[in-house]
């Protein structure tokens, strides 16, 4: 059974930084691109972030393009992001989601069950 | 980008009837669309890719159809665990983007 576990959410203040992790189990990890999706409070979901099987290509949103890094640690199983200048609008929960393929044309499935990062002051 | 709408924003359907949820992308995403279940609380879930293939374990009242930019989902007799929000995404380029959702709810 694939499994998703996010973790690293956590309240900050504007500007400060943050790194989720996202472990996985369950399949070939290496062989599947991986994605981060974000939900803000009563929201709709916002595709943030994909990395390619091999970490060698990757996608940002404009919005989190130049403050978040995706990466991915294939000896471990494990995908992360770094958020980095996080402001009010980035409160959200955010998901982690397995490709169908290692980069293109990839539905996300399954996902995992999310992790909260409040923004504030 | 390409934009995905919704529509409508919210469905009020008895159950046993059947729904049908519209979803349409600004530009041409081939058959490179997926519909996701979510309900409160809960992670979105895959129900449907490839505008038409239904995911490992949806049942067969799910159908999707379209390509290009218009696509529907259809549901042929609600079952009170359908009623639930159901967005489409298109995975045909970057960034991936969902529409805004559609809001099923019982009549």
């Known amino acids: 059974e694939v499994q998703l576990l996010e973790s690293g959410g956590g309240l900050v203040q504007p500007g400060e930084s943050l790194r989720l992790s996202c472990a996985a189990s369950?399949?070939?990890?290496?062989?599947?691109?991986l994605n981060w999706v974000r939900q803000a409070p009563g929201r709709g979901l916002e595709w943030v972030s994909g990395i390619s099987g091999s970490g060698g290509s990757t996608h940002y949103a404009d919005s989190v393009k130049g403050r978040f890094t995706i990466s991915r640690d294939n000896s471990k199983n494990t995908l992360y992001l770094q958020l980095n200048t996080l402001r009010a609008e980035d409160t959200a929960v955010y998901y982690c989601?397995?490709?169908?393929?290692?980069?293109?044309?990839?539905?996300?499935?399954?996902w995992g069950q999310g992790t909260l990062v409040t923004v504030s002051s | 980008e390409i934009v995905m709408t919704q529509s409508p924003a919210t469905l009020s359907v008895s159950p046993g009837e059947r729904a049908t949820l519209s979803c349409r992308a600004s530009q041409s995403v081939s058959s490179n669309l997926a519909w996701y279940q979510q309900k409160p609380g809960q992670a979105p879930r895959l129900f449907i890719y490839g505008a038409s293939t239904r995911a490992t374990g949806i049942p067969a009242r799910f159908s999707g159809s379209g390509s290009g930019t218009e696509f529907t989902l259809t549901i042929s007799s609600l079952q009170s665990e359908d009623f639930a929000v159901y967005y489409c995404?298109?995975?045909?380029?970057?960034?991936?983007?969902f529409g805004q959702g559609t809001k099923l709810e019982i009549k």
């Open positions: 989601a397995k490709g169908s393929t290692s980069w293109y044309d990839n539905w996300f499935d399954p």
């Open positions: 995404q298109q995975y045909d380029s970057w960034p991936y983007t």
């Open positions: 369950g399949f070939t990890f290496s062989s599947y691109a």
